[in-house]
């Protein structure tokens, strides 16, 4: 895939769809962190359920730490690994605490040090909640990169250094949103859905659906 292809692909995506933001419901930075923790393995549709509750009697760290692992399970034991996913976050609310004054870090290595907080975590919330333009590479994202061609990779990382080398400036802020979208509706997993794809005639995939 050339560069030419590359900027038309996320100028249609961007045409699309202007403004793309997570599909998680937040407010603050440290409810979209806790909320990205809890995503994992989960789909966005189950964690904002279990959300809803939880940031009604807890939507700061002090107010998290009060309700301890097992009043953080009661709100989330339908999301998968729920008991880590506890123990994770209240751990990572008294670090907030200790070391940034309640708040959520804005560098990579800050966010990364807390428990259950990877790159992936770390990319989101600096991109989302802080504007970075960081690209997070979920499942959606890795397969996209590596099926349509826009940034074939064996890892992860790299995809994810791939996409940050390749994607023009002026998109980097927003690709991290409209390639997750794709993937999530449009270039599924079992069946990529080709015809109702409007990059179509612009991926590489070869095995293109009717």
């Known amino acids: 895939m050339n560069a030419t292809q590359r900027r038309a692909i996320f100028e249609r995506l961007r045409a699309a769809n202007p403004h793309p933001t ?7 930075p440290f409810e979209l962190l806790v909320a990205v923790m809890l995503s994992a393995q989960a789909t966005d549709v189950s ?7 939880l940031f009604a009697v807890a939507n700061t760290p002090e107010k998290m730490l009060s309700l301890g692992e097992d009043g953080v399970i009661s709100h989330i034991r339908r999301i998968g690994l729920f008991k880590t996913k506890a123990k994770n976050v209240i751990a990572t609310c008294q670090i907030l605490l200790d070391k940034h004054g309640g708040e959520v870090p804005k560098d ?11 790159r992936k975590t770390a990319n989101v919330v600096l991109n989302t909640a802080f504007g970075e333009p960081t690209i997070a590479v979920d499942t959606h994202i890795f397969r996209v990169a590596n ?16 996409l940050l080398r390749h994607i023009p400036a002026e998109f980097r802020h927003d690709a991290h949103h409209w390639l997750i979208l794709h ?3 449009v270039c599924k997993a079992r069946k ?13 995939f070869k095995e293109k659906t009717a």
């Open 183 to 185: 993937g999530r509706y």
């Open 147 to 162: 099926r349509i061609g826009l940034a074939p990779g064996k890892t992860v990382l790299e995809v994810e250094q791939k």
């Open 22 to 28: 997570t599909e998680l419901h937040y407010r603050t």
């Open 108 to 118: 990579r290595e800050s966010l990364e040090a807390l428990p259950g907080v990877g």
């Open 47 to 53: 964690v904002n359920l279990a959300t809803a509750t």
């Open 192 to 204: 990529p859905a080709c015809g109702d794809c409007l990059i179509r005639d612009l991926c590489d």
